[in-house]
């Protein structure tokens, strides 16, 4: 395998690296999964620090990135919402300047793009996007890292996504999926297809890969053939509550349920959800819905997500390996 240097760099988009090195990271991160499974200890980066920032709520990517630090020998130091300065008395830059001074790495999840792409630009240390309301590339990382372990290969194969394609979750997979060559089918309403300069995005990337791309508010006649499924939430973290009633009226048609996937009709077709999800009345979100609209499963049945067909919960462990792998490669500990 061809080797990279990562060291001093940055991850706030997929699209930062072109197919080779998101392959390169995947692998590495499939090796660091196997050293962990054999409990082959990888204390790569000790006596180093990282901070890491949630202005939204977060279990998996806080999760994935607390274990990963220990377990490379790092100290981690969380900082949510309302806990620092940021954003109410003290600015992007200052904040980046002085974190940056003391941290070796920083995760930053926030509202505005931009805003990660500020601490980046002024950290001067290895800054990684835990979701914006744009894009979410640490997601991708474990995403096509599961459906790698799945297939075997990831060019030439399909995902379809359904559900709210205007999303970070979705824009990022049209994006990273034409990139890495996997051809990407939307399935959402045509107020929530994904934005112009996403499919812009996308095509310009599948051209170079070969990939094949496909929008569509039909949902009988565009579930296609594929070899995965994929879903998330119908209102994001950040957007106002007012937008529920009408996301959940317009995208009841587009939920991933058993009816859809005998439409698919391949035996071996995965499902996948980053998470949290909404499959049952087990949330409080998740129950007022059902109690006002009367809807007891959102984006995907309950019956879908325990299925066979699922990889949800591989794909949840599955950040815990990449993060792991993009920290490792960025800090200098894998070379
Ligand atoms: N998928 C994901 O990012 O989950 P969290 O919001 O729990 O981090
Ligand atoms: N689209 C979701 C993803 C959560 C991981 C959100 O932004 O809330």
Known sequence: MREFNFEGKCFLKSTDYPKEELNYIIEKARQLKDEKKNNKSHQLLPNKNIAIIFEKPSTRTRAAFSVAAHDLGMNVDYFGQNEIHLGKKESIYDTAKVLGSMYDGIEFRGHEHDDVETFARYANVPVWNGLTN???????????????????????????????????VASDLLVTGALLGVNINIVAPKSRLPQEKVVTMAKEYAQQT?????????????IYQTDALYTDVWFSMGEP????????????????????IKKVQNPNV??????????NT???VGNEVYQKYGLSEMEITDEVFNSSYSIIFKQAENRLHSIKAIMALTLGGLK
């Open 241 to 260: 509550e007012n937008v529920i009633e009408e996301r959940v009226a317009m995208l009841k048609p587009y939920q991933v349920n058993m009816s859809i």
């Open 134 to 168: 744009e894009w979410h590339p640490t997601q991708m990382l474990a995403d096509f890292m599961t459906l790698k372990e799945e297939w075997g290969t990831l060019e030439g194969k399909t995902l379809t996504f359904m559900g709210d394609a205007q999303n970070n």
């Open 270 to 279: 995965k499902v996948l959800h980053c998470l949290p999800a909404f499959h």
């Open 282 to 284: 087990q949330t409080k």
């Open 210 to 222: 070969g990939a094949t791309i496909q929008l569509s508010s039909e949902v009988d006649n565009t």
